[in-house]
Nanobody, 128 residues
């Protein structure tokens, strides 16, 4: 069983920056580097959608078009932490941000929503 805990959300003005975090832990001896990881978001009244994905060693990343060039996904396998650096934030980025883990997951399947474990989410609100 994998436990994912997001943090770092908050309220920032448009044009600002924010970094959200996802801490990975397990009681069954699972290894963070065995998982592809992704960030997703869900705005009020909308479905959850993929934002970014990263492979097990951080070499391969991909982004949804609306955030490409503004957001950066990264991971620290020594610390078991996934990051999402968000720059030039826009009001339409307002959502609950979730991290997801896929055992030996490729970035394409992660972006398609094939996830084994989800975190509980962290709220990101961008003021106009």
């Amino acid at each position: 069983q994998v436990n994912l805990v997001e943090s770092g959300g908050g309220l920032v003005p448009a044009g600002g920056s924010l970094r959200v975090y996802c801490a990975f832990s397990t009681f069954s001896g699972g290894i963070f580097s065995n998982y592809g990881m992704g960030w997703f978001r869900q705005a009020p009244g909308k479905e959850r959608t993929a934002v970014a994905a990263i492979n097990w060693n951080g070499v391969m990343t991909t982004y949804t078009g609306s955030v490409r060039g503004r957001f950066t996904i990264s991971r620290d396998n020594a610390k078991n932490i996934l990051y999402l650096q968000m720059d030039d934030l826009k009001p339409e980025d307002t959502a609950v941000y979730y991290c997801g883990a896929k055992h030996r997951g490729a970035i394409t399947e992660i972006m398609a929503g094939s996830i084994d474990y989800w975190g509980q989410g962290t709220q990101v609100t961008i003021s106009p």
